[in-house]
């Protein structure tokens, strides 16, 4: 069986003013490669600073554009190299078919926009769905992640959030 998502040698370096500001111990990633199989959970696990989110990032091509930032390898998402797509295409399957939970939810989630409003845009945007169909759709998603009040979380800001309901609603948005 193929895999689901294959990293091939992927490297990132970062050039400039962005070195200084990269978060790996290492100012990037070095030939890290790995798969995924369809169904299959996998965790990255390092220190601080190793490159658990770069790969992340990297993956879901949310880093500067070059010259600032330098991905070499590849990265098959679907069969796809997902480095080789526009931005468009890229933003079609982004939210659709692949996500990431990022790690700090309190940089994550907009603070000025209801937790709704952030889960009813990219469902609208992938499904089609009427605003309706969406909301029911996020009560949904965030009663799968153990939100007890899925109706009133719609209408909280993060903020107003305890710190697991926010990391409850970063995994309900991917």
Known sequence: MSALLSLRDLSVTFHGAHRQAARSADNGLHAVSFDVAR???VALVGESGSGKSLTGLSILRLLAPAPRCQIQGQIFFEGKDLLTLTESEMRRLRGAKIAMA????????N??????NMLLEPIRLHLGLSRTAARQKAEQALGLVGIANPKQTLLSYAHELSGGARRRVLLALA
């Open 39 to 41: 169904g299959e959970t």
């Open 111 to 116: 603070p000025t926009s209801p937790v709704g």
């Open 102 to 109: 990022f790690q700090e939810p309190e940089s994550a989630l």
